[in-house]
């Protein structure tokens, strides 16, 4: 995707092959920096402090990670090493499965007896490619549901989405974006609600951003107003990304998504989660009680940060004494989901469903 007219995937190979440079997403919109990785602690760091973000890119910078892990392993103890590594990019953020997924691809080179770098970085960019290409399709298949919206109705059609699932949140596309950018770009007038979603703001920051960036009508609104837009009819349908959805339908998201389906159902809006390969876990069933949900620290909540005079400034908006809490994630019961756009195709959220698509 562009930003100031020049292409862009979030992250990409040094020249040389020694570095992976991202965009940092902390200072976006007010400033565009980019920053070079080098070695396994810059990866965990940047992906805990959140530079990069969003389930499919951790995973694809994990497995950038994994290479520079098989360039710092020694070759007498390279598949311990190797493991050490892998945990500790795992640890950095617990909740999207995407992360574990690409690091476990990387594990199982090692497991079958690959020592060489390249074949490490070989597989990162694969994964990076198939990222984009899985992005792609899910665009294909929701473009359909919102044409079918637009043919319905013949007026803009309003979409609410919740947090970045953007292509700042992927290589490229996005996945509850891409939809959005394609039928934008098949000429289907669009107008997408953005949630601002507190504490971090990835909506009011990155999604608003993005849609600036390639000249979608957006609102940016309060975390709190998606319920009261619905109830006047001003939602045709939402759609969000995934952090992890259960092999029975349950999709966990950013806090505050399990909110918005609620209101949907109540509201009979339908509600479609963008869901690639890489965020479904087959190995969970129950979302609630089995997917770890991210806690972040307090400061979080209890400043904000925004751009003042030129400068990216950080203030304190609670009694500097009240203690805050900060789940990063929640999860949406399979009974609330319309459908998963996956890039298989749209699939009920159940588990007869997701199996018959996702079991070869
Ligand atoms: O905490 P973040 O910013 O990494 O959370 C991102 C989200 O919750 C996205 O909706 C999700 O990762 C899907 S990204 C295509």
């Given amino acids: 995707m562009k930003i100031n007219q020049q292409d862009y995937h979030t992250i990409w190979l040094s020249e040389d092959?020694?570095?992976?440079?991202?965009?940092?997403?902390?200072?976006?919109?007010?400033?565009?920096?980019?920053?070079?990785?080098?070695?396994?602690a810059d990866v965990c760091d940047a992906i805990q402090e959140m530079h990069v973000r969003g389930a499919p890119l951790i995973g694809v910078t994990a497995a950038y990670g994994m290479y520079f892990a098989a360039l710092q392993s020694s070759p007498d103890t390279f598949?311990?090493?190797?493991k050490n590594y892998?945990?500790?990019?795992?640890?950095?953020?617990?909740?999207?499965?995407?992360?574990?997924?690409?690091?476990?691809?990387q594990l199982a080179q090692v497991a079958e007896g690959q020592v060489n770098p390249a074949a490490f970085l070989d597989l990162a960019q694969?994964?990076?490619?198939e990222s984009i290409d899985r992005c792609h399709q899910i665009g294909k298949h929701g473009l359909q549901l919102i044409q079918d919206i637009y043919e319905a109705k013949s007026e803009v059609v309003n979409i609410l989405t919740h947090c970045n699932a953007g292509w700042l949140a992927c290589i490229d596309y996005g996945t509850a974006?891409?939809?959005?950018?394609?039928?934008?770009?098949?000429?289907?007038?669009?107008?997408v609600w953005v949630d601002e979603t507190r504490p971090r703001n990835q909506g009011a920051?990155?999604?608003?951003f993005e849609l600036q960036e390639h000249g979608i009508a957006h609102t940016v609104i309060t975390d709190n107003t998606g319920g009261h837009l619905m109830q006047h009819a001003q939602v045709d349908l939402v759609i969000v990304g995934t952090d992890r959805t259960t092999a029975t339908g349950?999709?966990?998201?950013?806090?505050?998504?399990?909110?918005?389906?609620?209101?949907?159902?109540?509201?009979?809006?339908?509600?479609?989660?963008?869901a690639p390969t890489s965020s479904i876990d087959l190995n969970v069933k129950d979302g609630i009680k089995e997917i770890p949900i991210e806690v972040r620290a307090d400061h979080e909540v209890r400043y904000i940060q925004g751009s003042h005079e030129g400068q990216i400034k950080e203030v304190l908006l609670t009694p500097a004494a009240s203690p805050a809490a900060n789940y990063a994630f929640d999860v949406t019961p399979a009974r609330l989901v319309t459908a998963l756009i996956t890039e298989r195709g749209i699939c009920e959220a159940n588990e007869a469903a997701i199996s018959a698509l996702f079991s070869v």
């Fill in 86 to 105: 892998a945990q500790q990019l795992k640890e950095t953020r617990p909740t999207a499965v995407n992360l574990a997924w690409a690091v476990d691809q």
């Fill in 79 to 82: 598949e311990r090493d190797m």
């Fill in 177 to 191: 974006t891409a939809p959005m950018y394609l039928a934008h770009d098949a000429g289907i007038p669009i107008h």
């Fill in 205 to 208: 920051r990155i999604t608003a």
């Fill in 17 to 40: 092959n020694k570095n992976v440079i991202i965009i940092d997403q902390r200072s976006l919109p007010h400033e565009f920096k980019t920053e070079s990785l080098s070695n396994v």
């Fill in 126 to 129: 694969k994964l990076k490619a």
């Fill in 250 to 274: 349950d999709v966990c998201n950013k806090i505050g998504t399990y909110l918005k389906a609620l209101a949907a159902h109540d509201n009979d809006v339908p509600f479609y989660v963008a």
